[in-house]
């Protein structure tokens, strides 16, 4: 079973097939600044046209949180239109790159290449896509979500019946709706009903759709399963990259590499797709990996896409390395790209981030082009960037001309923008106007004033609002989750905070994020609460998060604050495959139970 091992770099060759070698690859160091001291600096070089100097010690605070559409799918994103406001088909967000530094602090929603690219070309559908135009919704799909819950193949049997046709059109436009609504488990229902009936010829990408559906509603774990289903002509690389997208959402490092060694196996092309979804993995679990993956596509010939740098400039931007970021930025053009509205709008936001007003406004102007009309697509973003320069004046600008006939997006934006600028009156108004232009109110909706409530602990209008949101019978997830336990965090009912997770984690279709756990641990970890600390770990590593250095640091402090010995906790990371930084490094020595001091040697 493979590991990446840091201690022993050449182990690497498994997956990466190369070692770092400063004779051929001089042009760039990786830096560890927080390496073990046993770790080898690495010397690598540029990878194609990247020029990085990685540095350990980062702020992973602020991670660009997006929600996941298909996994292997090119971009779903919406054009800007709210097409389906009138029908309820309003769950497809927009994608704003100032979340990057304006989002919420956590490490946990990786980001789906999908949804930050709405042009990449390099992954091709599952299902063909029609072009879809205001609020066409086909008949098959009303029928779907009209059955009862498990009765979707009993009402396709019927529509059938009836001598209604199904063909690739149909099927496209209805697995798309249930798509773009999150109705998974129909959707499942359907694909499932589409096998076995052996209506239409499938083909790899059915498979493939096929499979996403099952690690949606039953986890990655079983869609692994469903592959030794697949005819073998169609376990192509289609299919292993869908699971290798699961496996990277979900965060489970172990069964990623695992799948991308099984692709190298099979003599799969190594693709842009596959290799971006390692650095989505390695962005959020182990920055020092990006390197490795980088220089396996030089290695490969792998050419980067629009996405590859898109995430590279927000690593450089979380790490607060400006001039890195700027580097990218002048490598992306060279390579004949030009950067797109979700790019600017991540190197405004770190701008920002970083108090570089100037340089921010600067990238904003270009962003607008002096003419919202013709680039009202960017008002979202606008209005968190320049909520974040605390800028209300400006807020208010852009707030006035989408007001009169605001985008849900729009609306989403400015509730957040409003509450950074500390505006609790605005953002309820802004939220009002919202919902009288939904038909139908979800989660979603409620969830951004929600968080507004939690990060001014607010707690009676945060339970008020909470209360509105069930009688308005919106599904509660892992956004609303979160939310909540921020609430009752911030307002030191650690108790209610845990409940409401635990609560959560037993929810069988969706699990609560990485940082709505860690924010729990965290208070435990403060206060010295072992006990309840390791409670949360291991709920952590049941839900599928495990892995990660930034769990065990939790951990180790809550040793030390209850100045407690950590008994075997070297081997619980080593089984884990992770190695201490120079910070956890020096924490491990305060927690080791043998260690010795002056004192205990006078005892001896």
């Not at 789906?112 to 205001?134: G, M, T, Y």
């Not at 063909?167 to 129909?186: A, F, H, N, P, V």
């Not at 509660?476 to 979160?482: E, K, R």
């Not at 939310?483 to 409401?500: P, R, T």
Request: with cysteine; glycine share 6%.
């Amino acid at each position: 079973m493979w590991a990446l091992r840091r201690a022993s770099l050449p182990l690497r060759n498994r997956v990466f097939g190369i070692r770092a070698s400063s004779a051929t690859l001089s042009d760039l160091k990786l830096q560890h600044n927080a390496g073990v001291s046993d770790s080898p600096e690495v010397t690598c070089g540029k990878c194609r046209s990247f020029k990085r100097c990685y540095h350990e010690k980062f702020d992973s605070a602020n991670l660009y949180v997006v929600r996941r559409s298909l996994s292997s799918q090119a971009g779903t994103k919406s054009s800007g239109e709210e097409d389906d406001l009138e029908d309820g088909f309003s769950e497809l967000e927009t994608t704003d790159g100032a979340k990057a530094v304006v989002g919420d602090n956590g490490e946990d929603e990786l980001i789906s290449e999908p949804d930050l690219s709405d042009n990449e070309d390099h992954a091709e559908p599952l299902f063909p896509k029609a072009p879809l135009r205001k609020r066409v919704t086909s008949a098959l799909f009303k029928a779907i979500v009209a059955a009862p819950g498990l009765s979707v193949t009993a009402a396709l049997d019927k529509w059938v019946e009836e001598g209604n046709q199904i063909d690739r059109g149909e099927i496209s436009l209805t697995m798309l709706s249930l798509r773009k609504l999150q109705m998974y488990g129909r959707a499942l229902q359907f694909s499932e009903w589409l096998e076995a009936s052996k209506r239409v010829e499938l083909i790899e990408r059915d498979y493939s759709s096929h499979l996403d559906l099952i690690a949606k509603v039953h986890g990655p774990e079983r869609a692994a399963k469903y592959i030794e289903t697949i005819p073998i002509s169609f376990r192509g690389e289609l299919v292993y990259r869908t699971l290798l997208a699961n496996y990277v959402q979900a965060g489970n490092v172990k069964r990623a590499e695992e799948v991308f060694n099984k692709m190298k196996d099979l003599e799969f092309p190594i693709t842009t797709f596959s290799c971006n979804q390692l650095l989505l993995l390695y962005k959020r679990t182990d920055k020092k990996k990006l390197a490795d993956v980088l220089l396996l596509m030089e290695k490969e010939n792998v050419k980067p896409s629009l996405f590859t740098f898109r995430l590279l400039i927000d690593t450089k931007g979380q790490m607060n390395d400006i001039s890195g970021m700027e580097e990218l930025l002048e490598k992306l053009k060279e390579q004949g790209f030009e950067p797109d509205i979700g790019i600017k709008s991540i190197a405004a936001g770190h701008y920002a981030a970083a108090g570089l007003k100037e340089k921010a406004e600067a990238v904003l102007k270009d962003m607008e082009r002096g003419n919202l009309s013709e680039n009202r697509r960017v008002c979202g973003d606008l209005l968190r960037i320049y909520a974040l320069l605390g800028q209300a004046d400006q807020v208010e600008r852009i707030w006035k001309f989408c007001e009169s006939n605001p985008w849900t997006a729009e609306c989403l934006a400015a509730i957040e923008a409003w509450g950074k600028l500390k505006k609790i009156k605005e953002a309820e108004a802004v939220f009002e106007k919202m919902l009288k232009n939904v038909k139908k109110p979800s989660s979603k909706h409620y969830t951004v004033l929600l968080k507004v409530y939690a990060d001014h602990k607010m707690l009676t209008k945060g339970k008020d609002l909470i209360k509105r949101m069930a009688d308005d019978g919106c599904n509660i997830g892992p956004q609303t989750w979160d939310a909540l336990v921020k609430l009752y965090l911030d307002a030191g009912e650690i108790d209610k905070a845990d409940s409401i997770l635990h609560k959560a984690s037993q929810n069988n279709q969706v699990k609560p994020f990485f940082r709505t756990y860690m924010a729990v641990m965290d208070q435990y970890s403060k206060k010295g609460d072992v006990h309840n600390s390791e409670k949360i770990f291991h709920r952590m590593r049941q839900a599928g998060y495990m892995g990660r250095l930034r769990q065990f640091q939790a951990l180790v402090r809550a040793y030390i604050n209850a100045k407690a010995p950590a008994y075997g906790i070297r081997e619980r990371m080593k089984a884990d495959n992770i190695f201490p930084n120079r910070d956890l490094t020096g924490q491990l020595v305060q927690v080791d139970a043998f260690r010795k001091t002056a004192a205990s040697d006078l005892l001896e």
